[in-house]
């Protein structure tokens, strides 16, 4: 998971409100990338990362547009930091083509037997009051904005499953609640890559390597990870660890998790008699991008699916994060089991989206699908590590036009 979680820190021209679900905000922050001073700064907190997940996540913005927009103003070779980034988010889409529902199971063992792990992320780590600074700072700043750098979530990540014995799959489905660029396979399968289920060995960090690349207020001096590696890797295989003693008072408050839209946002139910006959372009919350050409009179119909969010509940920033955008494309939200949304779409007269893997067991029984803007080429062989799937992704590709030229837009 070096690297694999989507960034997101965002430089001073954003703070006021860091993430605003427009595409004038996206397109700014593509602006304001600069290549050279990620790739050399991009592992440090503070670090010149570009804070586009979110935007990435929802299909505001491609990744080719990102790649189009970057490359317009800076000459980037496809071996550049850049885009060697962009593409974990492929491969990770690539392993969950191939692996399916697999992705939220161990893909092969760890360290340690899965039964040797908790099943609860303790109250201590959810309350940001650890005797680790460094994992108190990261609850809190993911509370407060909905994000964290790259780092953050891999020091996160391994100090839950390899420190305190609780499952990767528990602190997976944890973070991916509360994190608003939260995308099942690159979290779930980062969250693997960490705990050594889905790579060669355990991700581990000590208090070194925060202090290299993290403020003082995350330093952790004296701490359990101030260890070498050799130990902490020892630590990373027994099977039992007492829970460390604290005396910190809580630092953070956990935010709630909602399994349907606040009740402010004005979603309604299925209803058939608004699509009965008509022409419909499905809007979910995976294709916030712009519309695309439609024939007139078509009925942009946003959709919230009841069963997925039930599974998958989201914080209150993230629903508003999507309903905003989503309210600006659509004439109507819906929010209905996929039953009730299945019934009523029965009665269109043709039925339109973006195929989407988070609405795999319902969306294309509802619509005709196409795929979803892809930067890289296809790699029909199951690739089972990065290097393997980008060593064929990137083949005979010197740059970024190079790429962008084989990048085909999706279309009828």
């Known amino acids: 998971m070096r690297r694999r ?13 860091p993430y605003p679900p427009t595409l004038a905000a996206a397109q700014a922050r593509i602006a304001a990338v600069r290549p050279s001073a990620y790739a050399r700064t991009r592992n440090a907190i503070d670090g010149a990362v570009s804070g586009l997940s979110p935007y990435i996540t929802y299909g505001l913005v491609s990744p080719g547009e990102v790649l189009a927009g970057v490359a317009a103003r800076h000459e980037l070779a496809v071996q550049h930091k850049f885009v060697y980034e962009l593409g974990w988010r492929a491969y990770f889409r690539h392993v969950w083509q191939h692996r399916g529902e697999d992705i939220l199971r161990s893909l092969h ?5 899965d039964a040797a792990y908790a099943a609860a992320l303790p109250a201590d780590i959810r309350q940001g009051c650890t005797d680790v600074p460094a994992i108190n700072e990261a609850v809190q700043t993911l509370y407060a904005t909905g994000m964290l750098h790259n780092h953050a979530r891999m020091w996160l990540a391994s100090y839950v499953v390899h420190l305190r014995k609780v499952h990767w799959r528990c602190g997976a489905d944890w973070l991916y609640g509360h994190l608003l660029d939260g995308d099942l396979a690159s979290n779930h399968l980062s969250w693997q890559w960490v705990a050594g289920t889905g790579s ?3 991700y581990l960090f000590n208090a070194e390597n925060v202090a290299r690349y993290a403020p003082a207020s995350w330093h952790s001096a004296g701490s359990v990870i101030d260890a070498s590696y050799e130990s902490l890797d020892r630590l ?26 606040p009740s402010d946002l004005g979603t309604t139910a299925a209803d058939p008699a608004l699509v009965k006959g008509r022409e419909v372009w499905l809007v979910h919350p995976w ?27 989201w914080s209150d920033r993230r629903w508003r994060f999507v309903d905003a955008r989503m309210a600006e494309l659509t004439s109507h939200r819906w929010h209905d089991n996929a039953a009730a ?5 029965a009665g269109v007269r043709r039925a339109r989206s973006v195929d989407e893997p988070h609405l795999a067991p319902w969306l294309a029984r509802w619509a005709e699908c196409i795929a ?18 980008w060593s064929r992704a990137s083949r005979g590709l010197q740059s970024a036009a190079d790429l962008l030229a084989v990048n085909k837009a999706p279309s009828w």
Do not use: Y
């Open 341 to 345: 949304i299945g019934a009523a779409l």
């Open 200 to 202: 060669h060995k355990p």
């Open 287 to 313: 294709n916030l991008g712009s519309l695309p050409a439609l024939p007139q009179g078509t009925l942009v119909l946003g959709l919230f699916v009841g069963d997925f969010h039930r599974a998958w509940p």
């Open 372 to 389: 979803a803007p892809a930067l890289f080429p296809q790699v029909a062989r199951r690739c089972d590590s990065f290097s393997q799937w």
């Open 5 to 17: 979680f989507a960034a997101a820190r965002s430089g001073a021209q954003f703070m006021a409100e």
């Open 109 to 113: 063992d760890g360290p340690l037997p």
């Open 236 to 261: 990373a295989r027994q099977s039992k660890q007492d829970p460390p003693a604290t005396t910190h008072q809580p630092s953070a408050i956990e935010p709630p998790l909602l399994g349907e839209p």
